[in-house]
């Protein structure tokens, strides 16, 4: 569950790992972001809360009309932060443009793969068998954060 540090900017936290979200509508919002940074890691300071700054990256979603915004460089303790088009989180590969087509590629290849070394190493095995490995090797892979999987765009449901 999210909760804010600062107005309009929200901290996701899971285990070891907090996500940053601020919605800019303007340049003068995108000017508010270094102290907000500030804030964060006072806020990191505060709770003991280890910082890993060469982990820090920075990401702007934006819709895919849109020209991608230009970054300004931030930094966090005076290590500058590295802009990113995509990031793997929880599993799922995140884009700019929130299309998800690399984390539908990268699942898709897993599945293929991991079927083909089912085909190779089972192959005498009977249908009922194949079918139990199948739905216990193969479907989860192509189940995973299966919300976003589900195809939204004609392109999507045509396999390469």
Known sequence: MPFTY????????FADDAKNFQHFVNTVDVSILPNRIDRFTEWTDKWLAKLNVSKCKIMSVCHKGQADAVIPLFNIKV??????????????IVDSHLLFDKHI????????SMLGIL???FKDVSGECFMNLYKTTVRP??????TIWSPRRIRDLILT
């Open 6 to 13: 600062a107005d309009d900017a929200y901290l996701f936290l």
């Open 79 to 92: 290590v500058a932060l590295e802009s990113i088009d995509s990031y793997k989180n929880l599993g799922v």
């Open 105 to 112: 590629s990268e699942k898709v290849n897993k599945a293929y």
């Open 119 to 121: 085909k190779r190493n």
């Open 141 to 146: 892979i192509l189940e995973y954060a299966n």
